[in-house]
């Protein structure tokens, strides 16, 4: 049974670039959520999908943005790149959007040069 | 802002030793996570506990949850060598629509010596 798969696993990227993110989540699981992670922070929620749609979302700029296709695997798209944008990126998915666990990928590290 | 502190933010045991941890949170919750992250890798789910439960276990981790002074503890029996690592606990808020997002702390850096 595969776990949360994320591509890639490393990227660099110059300011200015745009980016974007992959996740699968785990098998038989519906909803997927970004968070970023800074050096030495824990994780920040970014936004979450479910049905194809953005559910919630946390304090971050519309230059962040997402998808999710049919088969519930999803992107994290990220314009304008800002040094500050160099961090973690994981994706986790869960059963539904309720107060459920939830499962995480090894991450994206994205450094912004 | 992150709603979870972890306190200490460094541990630094002996394997064999107990190590404990404790989070503190601000607002209201479904339940509450603790996770762990080797070297900067993604996160693996420990235990979840949820508001109505005061003590969990599983294996050598025991978790406690006291809503009303809005804390919890991890405590990790006769560590290893392969415990170190960071470890997060991150909490689910009673949000409007059903939809729930964790909100993590800093986390609490271990090391096990040999």
């Known amino acids: 049974d595969a776990g949360v798969t994320q591509s890639p696993t490393h990227l660099i990227k110059t300011r200015g670039q745009q980016v974007t993110l992959r996740c699968s989540p785990k098998?038989?699981?519906?909803?997927v959520s970004w968070y970023q992670q800074a050096l030495g922070q824990g994780p920040q929620f970014i936004f979450q999908y479910y049905e194809e749609e953005e559910r919630q979302r946390g304090n971050f700029p519309d230059r962040f943005s997402g998808h999710q296709f049919p088969n519930y695997s999803s992107e994290l798209n990220v314009n304008a790149l800002l040094l500050g944008d160099s961090a973690l990126y994981l994706c986790a998915s869960s059963l539904g959007t309720g107060p459920h666990e939830q499962y995480f990928g090894p991450g994206t590290r994205l450094t912004v040069t | 802002s992150q709603q979870g502190e972890e306190d200490p933010q460094a541990l630094s045991i002996q394997e064999g030793e107990n190590a404990t941890m404790n989070c503190s949170y601000k607002?209201?919750?479904?339940?509450l996570q603790w996770y762990r992250q080797n070297s900067g890798r993604g996160l693996v789910h420990l235990i979840l506990i949820r508001s109505n439960e005061r003590e969990k276990h599983s294996g050598r981790l025991r978790v406690t949850l006291d809503t009303s002074k809005k804390s919890s503890s991890l405590l990790i029996t006769a560590s290893r060598a392969a415990d170190t690592a960071s470890y997060f606990c991150a909490t689910d808020g009673l949000f409007s629509g059903g939809y729930n997002k964790l909100i993590f702390g800093a986390g609490t850096r271990l090391a096990v010596h040999p």
């Open positions: 607002t209201s919750i479904n339940n």
């Open positions: 098998s038989g699981h519906d909803t």
